[in-house]
Every structure is written in structure tokens, then in C-alpha cells.
Nanobody, 116 residues
Framework: QVHLVESGGGLVQPGGSLRLSCAASISSFSIAAINWYRQAPGKQRELVAT???????NYPDSVKGRFTISRDNAKKTAYLQMNSLKPEDTAVYYC??????????WGQGTQVTVSS
């Protein structure tokens, strides 16, 4: 059963923008923390954005000021707006929903490629 579906990835030139979406079908979406991770070839998975159920957000320094995470609980959808993209942002981006109890959920990932 697919609980999270990412979309919005693609090929973009350096300096460009993309908006990723994560559509959820879990009942606990509104109380779950939503995380976006990325994994580049040969590298470990990296957390790039978090939004809590109370809308507090966090970003690592590598994307701070360029990426913005948001959520729409009515639509059960989370977003990752990515601006000023760099070649080093190239990776598969994954959505993760972590409720306060029980298991967390993962999407299948969406490829983002930043290249001229």
C-alpha cells in the first residue's frame, strides 16, 4: 500500500526552481512531522527540511535560505519549494511522515537533477 507519493522532480538548470509535492493517504497526517530527505549516488541519505505539526520548520545550513517546506493538512499534502538550485542538490528526494506514535511512512522518491 502506497502511503506517500512525491511528485514535481525533474531537470532544472543551476539557479532554477522546483516545487516538490508529497501527497499522503495516512489518517495521522495532520499530527505527523513531515521530513524531506535526499540521497545522491554514493552518499548517505540527508535530511533537508522538517515541518512539525505545529508548523515549526528546520533546515540544515546546506539548504537554509533556499528551500522552504510547507504543508496543507486539509489536502494532506506537503511541499518543498527549492530555489537557487545548485548541481550539488542533484539527488532523489524522499518524503517522510513521522507520527508521534507507531511506524513512520516513506514515499518512493522523485529525482531532481540540476544541470546545464
Amino acid at each position: 500500500q502506497v502511503h506517500l507519493v512525491e511528485s514535481g522532480g525533474g531537470l532544472v538548470q543551476p539557479g532554477g526552481s522546483l516545487r516538490l509535492s508529497c501527497a499522503a493517504s495516512i489518517s495521522s497526517f495532520s499530527i505527523a512531522a513531515i521530513n524531506w530527505y535526499r540521497q545522491a549516488p554514493g552518499k548517505q541519505r540527508e535530511l533537508v527540511a522538517t515541518i512539525a505539526s505545529g508548523l515549526t520548520t528546520n533546515y540544515p545550513d546546506s539548504v537554509k535560505g533556499r528551500f522552504t517546506i510547507s504543508r496543507d493538512n486539509a489536502k494532506k499534502t506537503a511541499y518543498l519549494q527549492m530555489n537557487s538550485l545548485k548541481p550539488e542538490d542533484t539527488a532523489v528526494y524522499y518524503c517522510n511522515a513521522k507520527p508521534p506514535w507507531g511506524t513512520d511512512f516513506w514515499g518512493q522518491g522523485t529525482q531532481v537533477t540540476v544541470s546545464s
